[in-house]
């Protein structure tokens, strides 16, 4: 029995992050430490655009492909127009160099008034992503999110309505959302059906809202085991649907781990849930095959490309896959996985 990977394949481009801190933001969200995650200080968004500048000229210099720029690290659609109108005529600028073949932006839900989308994609943007976080009014308002599960909805409209590819992130574990509550939102994704999906584990770090509850004893993140179940199945839901979760936790960094204080990090995350998640796709394909032809079957053949994935780090999951029945693995020049 031949099947494909699950995991839909990602774009070739590289992606540009310019991280804009806070910029635009209404409020300090209790979880968020943008700085810290993203390792850049708050500073004026014409510094930036000069340093992203130079970057651009460096690359093209040396003849280095096109990128993606992504305004990531604040709520894009509020800063003051005359910003956003500087950072989008810079991307307008390097793509008639041909050194930008795209843009996008994050915001949150209710920063899209109607005709904003329309707006941005006027000016050349090509997608935004929706801090939702979650859909949960009882968890946004528990948060202090300023929002409701509607707004992202929404939003979310809006956008595809502007012609523009939308991209959504959720907060797995922030204050009043439980795994239940995660499942429920990951179906809301599902049905939104996302060009991408960024899922960010909540965690505590210094100098945020959230680290002060977890100190009186009144927030307790998720351990690492229950995240990456919970991630596991939110990667099937999402791969079935041919979404792309392109980010898996917060990049490791080194002001995000002096920052750290508590929560589910662990710097092989991503891999780890993507592991788990291909597991259990494969141990659905031994049961499918297995009712299908009366027995179990014994070898997997596994495109040699996904050879450090199948088993996880350390080959912590290779007993599984023996519990399975798979006691032989070929490693194979294919796209596809064979059982027989
Ligand atoms: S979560 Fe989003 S809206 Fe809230 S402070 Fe961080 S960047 Fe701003």
């Given amino acids: 029995m031949i099947f494909p990977h699950p995991e839909p394949q990602t774009p070739r481009h590289r992606i540009l992050p310019v991280f804009l801190p806070f910029a635009g933001c209404p409020q300090r969200c209790v979880f968020c430490a943008q700085d810290a995650q993203t390792g850049q200080s708050v500073e004026p968004v014409a510094d930036v655009l000069r340093r992203v500048d130079a970057i651009l000229e460096e690359r093209a210099r040396h003849n280095r492909p096109a990128v993606e720029i992504a305004f990531y690290g604040g709520t894009f659609s509020a800063l003051p127009e005359d910003d956003q109108h500087a950072c989008l005529a810079l991307a307008a600028r390097w793509r008639e160099r041909g050194m930008v073949v795209a843009v996008r932006c994050s915001t949150r839900p209710d920063a899209l008034p ?13 997608l935004i992503e929706l801090g939702v976080q979650t859909f949960d009014d009882t968890a ?13 909805l929404t939003a979310a409209r809006r956008v595809r309505d502007a012609g523009l590819g939308l991209g959504l992130q959720l907060l797995p574990g922030m204050p009043g959302v439980t795994p239940d509550i995660f499942r429920a939102d990951m179906k809301v994704v599902a049905s939104l059906r996302p060009d991408c999906l960024r899922l960010y584990p909540c965690l505590v770090l210094e100098g945020t809202g959230l680290a002060r509850l977890w100190r009186e004893g009144r927030y307790g993140p998720w351990d690492v085991d229950t995240t990456l179940d919970v991630l596991a199945d939110a990667l099937l839901l999402a791969w079935g649907q041919g979404i792309r979760v392109i980010r898996l936790g917060l990049a490791q960094d080194e002001g995000l781990r002096a920052a750290l204080l508590a ?13 788990e998640a291909l597991l259990r796709h494969i141990a659905s394909q031994v049961a499918y095959f297995t009712a299908r032809h009366g027995h179990t079957p014994h070898r997997l053949h596994a495109p040699a490309r996904w050879r450090g994935l199948l088993y996880g780090q350390h080959n912590r999951l290779a007993s599984r896959y023996a519990a399975l029945g798979l006691t032989e693995v070929v490693w194979d020049d294919t796209e596809d996985y064979t059982l027989t």
């Fill in 114 to 126: 109607p005709g904003k989308a329309e707006a941005l994609a006027g000016l050349g943007m090509n």
């Fill in 140 to 152: 946004l308002a528990h948060a202090g999110r300023g929002c409701h599960g509607d707004d992202a």
């Fill in 263 to 275: 929560g589910p990090w662990h710097p092989a995350l991503g891999q780890m849930a993507k592991a």
